[in-house]
Nanobody, 125 residues
Framework: QVQLVESGGGLVQAGGSLRLACAAS????????MAWFRQAPGKEREFVAA????????SYADSVKGRFTISRDNAKSTVYLQMNSLRPEDTAVYFC??????????????????WGPGTQVAVSS
């Protein structure tokens, strides 16, 4: 069993930055890729970024490319999402997810096995 818990959300002005963290506990060795998804009010959950076990491969949604950076510290079983140049449209609940299968990074939420409860990010204009 794996548990994921996000932290670092909050309220920030447009143009500001936030750093989200997702701490994994339990059978963390069973996690291969980690990803961030987000869900804005009234919208479906969408892919934000993903990273493989070594950190050598990453993937980003076009809407965040160049502004967000995903990274991981396996010694701490933690994945991070550095968010810069935040926009009001980045307002959402951010979820981290873990994939236990060794495969190419995926943007499909259905393939991720483990999910955190989410952390709220609000960006004011």
């Amino acid at each position: 069993q794996v548990q994921l818990v996000e932290s670092g959300g909050g309220l920030v002005q447009a143009g500001g930055s936030l750093r989200l963290a997702c701490a994994a506990s339990g059978r963390t060795f069973s996690i291969y890729a980690m990803a961030w998804f987000r869900q804005a009010p009234g919208k479906e959950r969408e892919f934000v970024a993903a990273i493989n076990w070594s950190g050598g491969s990453t993937s980003y949604a076009d809407s965040v490319k160049g502004r967000f950076t995903i990274s991981r510290d396996n010694a701490k079983s933690t994945v991070y999402l550095q968010m810069n140049s935040l926009r009001p449209e980045d307002t959402a609940v951010y979820f981290c997810a873990g994939d236990r299968i060794v495969r190419q990074l995926s943007r499909e939420q259905r393939i991720y096995d483990y999910w955190g409860p989410g952390t709220q990010v609000a960006v004011s204009s």
